[in-house]
C-alpha cells in the first residue's frame, strides 16, 4: 500500500478500509518503514486494563529509520535546519549523513557514562540541533529519554527527574529565548539537590554563561565528544528494540495536582507519527518544513524529530520566539529559507495578527504551500488571517487536533485533499474511530450533535501507560467511559460529519496551547505562607486562548499590602512550576462558593471570571450563597 492518498475519494476508500480491517491496513502501512523482524501479530488489546500491543515480536530502532536508511539516497540532504534565536548567527544545516555521525557520536558519549538500554536520561535543553541529537542517541542506545520544556522551575524537574529516576541529565550551560537567557545548568543544580538518582550530568556548550561543574558529575557535552574522537570508534549500532520497549516518558497535566508521564512506545510510536506526518502535510522531497513548536512539547517530539525524520524530510528548528526582535521574524525565517509548510499555533497567530500586516510587507512567503495549526481551537478571526494574509488565500490549513497521549495527528485535514471549514478539525485520519458520549455514557448517533470526545479503537501512537502508575492511566483515560479512550475534550459534529473541538471539558486549562491543571496552579499558590486556600479557573484571553484567574483567601495577619502579597504569589507559582503557569489575575477574597459537603463550586467562579455574571444558575446548594456576591462585586474584568 501506498503511504500517502492522493484524493478524497482515496480518503475515504482508506478510512472505510482501516476501520474494516484495522490490523491488515496497519500491517499495510508498517510495510513502509524498516523492521529488523517483522511481526508475529499487528495488534492485540483491551481497553478494561487497559493493555495494548501492537505489532508484537517485532524488532526495530527507530533512529534506523529515521537516519541510516536515508543514507544511500538521501545522505547530502538536509535533515535539519537550525536558525539562532539571534538573527545575526549563522545557521546550521546537518545532513543526513552528518545528523547521523553525530547521534552515534553522542549515543557513545552516552555509553560511556554509564547509560545502558532501558536507563532513563533527562534531557533539559534550548531548541538547538544538539537536542534532537541527544533525543535520537538515546533512541539509538535504548534508553528512555524524557525531555522538559525549558520553562519549567528546577521544583518541576525534580519532580520529573524523581518519578522517572533518571541516571543521566543532559543541559547546556544557558539558553536563549527571545530577549531571555534562561540558566538551564543553574535550574538544573538546583533540581539537582532534591535528586538522589542522578549521577551524571551533560552539559553543553550555549550561552557560555559561567556555571558551576561538580567534580565527579558534571562534564562537558564537547569534552566528552573529545574523548569518543580519540577512541577512534564513531560508528554507534542500533540497539535491537522490541516494538513495544519504551521509547521516551513525557510528563503533562491533567485535572489532578501531579502531572504524569505518558509513556510511548518504539514500534507504534513510528509507524503513526511517520505516516501522520507524511499525509497530514502531504510531504513531497526536497520540500522545507517548519514546525515553531518547541521539542518539550510532544508536537516537538512528533512533529519536529521523528514524523519528519522518519519521512527524510528537512525539518527546520528555530531556537527563538516568533516576536523577537521584531513580529517579522516568522516571515524573516520563512522567506531566508524558502519555507514550504508552516506548522505553527493558534495563540502565536493571535500575536502576530496583533501587529496587523505590515510585519508582511516585503516578505516573500511565495514558497508556502501548507499550514499547519495545533494546541487549542482555532477562532474563525486567526484562521482567516493566516489563510489570507500568511498562505495568501493559496494554502490550505490543517487544524490538527490530537494529545500527548495521542502521539500524533487524530482528527485533521489532509493538505489540499480535505474540504477546508475554519474553526474544524474536520474528520478522522485513517485508523481513527472517534464518537461523542453524552453525560449517562451513552454514544451519540448521528449528525449536528456534540459531547464528550472518545476514541473506540486503539491506533499505534498512543499511550500505554502512565509512567510507574498504570492504575493511575486507567483511571484517567479508560474509565470514564467502559471501553473507550477519554480524550478530555468537548466536541461538535456537525451535519457534515465534521469534527470541530469546544475545548476540554475537565479542569485542564490550555494557556498558549500549554496544558495546566488548575489543581497543579492551586498546589503552587497554596504553598505560599500567607493563602490559607484558593481556587483557579480559566477565562477566554485574547492572545492566550485561555488565561489563568485565581480566587485566594489570606490568612489574617498580614504585614504587606495586598499588590506586594500578589507578587510574592506569582513568585511562588514561577518557583513550584514555572512561569508559564503564573495567574494573569488574583482576586483576594474571603470565602470560596462551596457546597454543604465542601465542594467548590467551580461553575460560579468560571461565570464570574468570564464576566458572564447575569446568570449564575443555582446557588441554593452553597453553604453561604452571600460569598457569590462578594466575589462579584470585587471581580476583575
Ligand atoms: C498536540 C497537543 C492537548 C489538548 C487537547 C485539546 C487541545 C490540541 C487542538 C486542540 C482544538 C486543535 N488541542 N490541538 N483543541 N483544536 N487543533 O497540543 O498536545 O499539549 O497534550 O494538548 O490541546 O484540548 O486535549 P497537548
Redesign the pocket.
Known sequence: MNLKISSFDEYKEVYNYSVKDPEKFWGEVADNFYWRKKWDKVLKWNFRDPEIVWFEGAKLNITENCLDRHLEQNGDTAAIIWESNDPDEAHRVLTYRQLHDKVCQFANVLKNNGVKKGDRVCIYLPMVPELAIAVLACARIGAIHSVIFGGFSAQSIADRINDAECCVVITADGGFRGAKDIPLKEVIDDALVQCRSVNKVIVLTRSRTPVSMIKGRDVWWEDEIKKVETQGNPECPPEEMDAEDVLFILY?SGSTGKPKGVVHTCGGYMVYTGYTFANVFQYEPGEIYFCTADIG???GHSYIVYGPLSQGATTLMFEGVPTWPGPDRLWQITDKFKVNILYTAPTAIRSLMGFGDEPLEGKDLSSLKKLG??????NEEAWHWFHDKVGKGNCPIA???????TGGLMI?PIAGITPLKPGY?SLPLPGIQPCLMDENAKEIEGNGVSGNLCIKFPWPGMLRTTYGDHERCRNTYFSAYPDMYF???GCLRDDDGFYR?T??VDD?L?VS???IGTAEVENAINMHADVVESAVVGYPHAIKGQGIYAYVILGSSLHNEAELVQKDILKTVTRIIGAIAKPDKIQFVTGLPKTRSGKIMRRILRKIAEGDTSNLGDTSTLLDPGVVEEIRSGALV
Open positions: 503533562t512539547w510532544i508536537t495549526s495545533v494546541g487549542e481551537p482555532i487544524d490538527t487536533w490530537w494529545q500527548t497521549e485533521s478539525a480524550t478530555g475534550d473541538i475545548g476540554r485542564v490550555n496551547g500549554h496544558r
